[in-house]
């Protein structure tokens, strides 16, 4: 299957701080990626869905100026949090969208962001 | 997008099969149905994916009816490491991408020795 990966895998930061999380497909191209959150003991929360070359597309709720969203090439989206607050504190996983392949989503191994 | 429903926990012993069932009343014609495994502090791992009929593949098979209104998950002859969440997703998939998945509640499969 297609391989998706993500660093940092775990990242503690001071509070005002800003933090970058990047997502890459490793063995495909991916013109879709997607950024979700996941807060202990609940299910996954898209916050965003990334396109290559043009602009993210924010869930309702999410700010669009908190979590800057970047798809510059058809293998890398970054997520950059911003001013991150210990509130922010949770796993962030990424997926990409193998169009080419069987049209079905990889997830990466996830972000843990600890925000003291 | 269409909800999906399934069982909050269930528990089973190693070596038997375990059926998971996912309703998804409201499903679309141009609507996938996919299953994904989640450990936790891990990323979801895909399971199965199909649209109607069964699909099977090294871990698993994926019984849809013909109405498409629900599917069951099989696992055969589990073993410990199979204690997960699964979760069941429905999505378009129209060749031109898929939309962001919206993740219920999943089910958390407990394996006991």
């Known amino acids: 299957g297609a391989v998706v990966s993500q660093h940092p895998s775990w990242v503690i930061c001071k509070s005002g701080t800003s933090v970058k999380i990047e997502c890459r497909s490793l063995d495909f191209q991916a013109t879709t990626m997607f950024w979700y959150r996941q807060f202990p003991k609940q299910s996954l929360m898209l916050m965003a869905t990334s396109n290559e070359g043009s602009k993210a597309t924010y869930e309702q709720g999410v700010e669009k100026d908190k979590f800057l969203i970047n798809h510059a090439s058809l293998t890398l989206s970054t997520l950059t949090v911003t001013s991150a607050h210990p509130e922010d504190s949770s796993f962030y996983i990424c997926?990409?969208?193998?169009?080419?392949?069987?049209?079905?989503?990889?997830f990466g191994p996830g972000t843990r962001l600890l925000v003291l | 997008l269409a909800k999906t429903t399934q069982p909050i926990s269930m528990d089973s012993y190693e070596g038997q099969e375990v059926n998971i069932t996912c309703s998804h009343n409201?499903?679309?014609?141009?609507?996938?149905i996919t299953w994904y495994q989640q450990f936790p502090s891990q990323g979801p791992r895909f399971i199965i994916q199909?649209?109607?009929t069964k699909v099977t593949n090294e871990v698993a098979s994926l019984f849809i009816p013909a109405d498409r209104k629900s599917s069951t998950l099989s696992l055969p002859r589990v073993s410990l490491s199979d204690t997960a969440v699964y979760y069941c997703l429905v999505a378009k998939y129209s060749g031109g991408g898929a939309d962001g998945l919206t993740f219920g509640k999943g089910t958390h499969l407990i394996i006991q020795p």
């Open positions: 997926s990409a969208d193998n169009v080419a392949g069987e049209e079905t989503q990889y």
């Open positions: 409201n499903i679309a014609t141009n609507d996938y």
């Open positions: 199909g649209y109607k």
